[in-house]
C-alpha cells in the first residue's frame, strides 16, 4: 500500500458523458501528478498539481481537467467521453517535484 | 525528443534463471531514472531509482540496476528469478528540475515458469 488512495476502483459509463476521478495523496505530499495507462499508448503523464497550482502539463485533452483542492487532494475531470478514453488512471504523489512518485490503485474507466 | 525505449517486449524465464530488462533513454540534462513494477492487477510500485552517486543501484526484492550515462542506459538485473517476480516492469526518466514529467517505456512483462 502506497498509501495514495484513488476512488472509484471502476467506473462505467457511456459516451458523451462526464465523470470525476479522486486521488488523495499520501500524507505530507504536496505534488500530485495523472497518468493514464492504455494498451496502445502505454502510460502518458496527463497533469501535476503542486500545492494547489499546475506545474506540469503532458498529454492531457482538452476534454479533460484537473484542480488540487487546499486539502491536497485532487480530481480528475473528464467529458465528453469517447470509447478511446477508456484506460486505467492512476494518480501519483511526491512530496517534492525531484522525489520519487508513488502510485495508487487507480480507476478502471470504462467507455460504452 | 524525450523518450524511453525499452528493448523487450515479453520475456519467459525459468526459475532461477538470470534476468536482464534493457532501457535506453533520450533526455537532454541530467536525468532521474527509476524502474516500477505492476503484479497483475496491482498498481505501480517503486523497484529501484538512480538520482546520482554510485551507478550500481540496488533495490527491493534483489533487484539491481545499473546507470551507464555514456550509453543513456539504465538497465535492471536479478541474478535468479522468482516465480513471484511475473509482472510487467516499466523504466521511467525523469529531469530534475521542477515541472518536468516522468516518461515512462512500454513496459516489458516477465513471465516466470516454475
Known amino acids: 500500500d502506497s498509501g495514495v488512495t484513488q476512488t472509484p476502483k471502476h467506473l462505467i459509463t457511456a459516451t458523451g458523458q462526464r465523470v470525476t476521478l479522486r486521488c488523495s495523496p499520501r500524507?505530507?505530499?504536496?505534488?500530485v501528478y495523472w497518468y493514464q495507462q492504455s494498451l496502445d499508448q502505454g502510460l502518458q503523464f496527463l497533469i501535476q498539481?503542486?500545492?494547489?497550482?499546475?506545474?506540469a502539463k503532458g498529454n492531457i485533452l482538452e476534454r479533460f481537467s484537473a484542480q488540487q483542492f487546499p486539502d491536497l487532494h485532487s480530481e480528475l475531470n473528464l467529458s465528453s467521453l469517447e470509447l478511446g478514453d477508456s484506460a486505467l488512471y492512476f494518480c501519483?504523489?511526491?512530496?517534492?517535484?525531484?522525489?520519487?512518485?508513488?502510485f495508487g490503485p487507480g480507476t478502471r474507466l470504462l467507455v460504452l | 525528443a524525450q523518450s524511453v525505449s525499452q528493448h523487450n517486449h515479453h520475456v519467459i524465464l525459468s526459475e532461477a534463471a538470470s534476468l536482464e530488462l534493457g532501457c535506453n533513454y533520450s533526455?537532454?540534462?541530467?536525468?532521474?531514472l527509476f524502474w516500477y513494477v505492476q503484479y497483475p492487477g496491482q498498481h505501480l510500485q517503486l523497484l529501484l531509482k538512480?538520482?546520482?552517486?554510485?551507478?550500481l543501484v540496488k533495490g527491493i526484492k534483489g533487484f539491481e540496476a545499473e546507470f551507464i550515462k555514456s550509453k543513456f542506459s539504465f538497465n535492471l538485473r536479478k541474478p535468479s528469478v522468482q516465480w513471484s517476480d511475473t509482472a510487467e516492469y516499466f523504466c521511467?526518466?525523469?529531469?530534475?528540475?521542477?515541472?518536468?514529467?516522468?516518461?515512462f517505456g512500454k513496459g516489458t512483462t516477465l513471465s516466470v515458469s516454475s
Open positions: 498539481y503542486y500545492n494547489g497550482e499546475e506545474r
Open positions: 538512480y538520482f546520482s552517486g554510485d551507478p
Open positions: 521511467a526518466v525523469k529531469g530534475n528540475q521542477a515541472g518536468t514529467a516522468l516518461i
Open positions: 501519483a504523489s511526491s512530496d517534492r517535484d525531484q522525489e520519487t512518485q508513488y
Open positions: 533526455y537532454g540534462g541530467t536525468v532521474n
Open positions: 500524507s505530507g505530499d504536496l505534488s
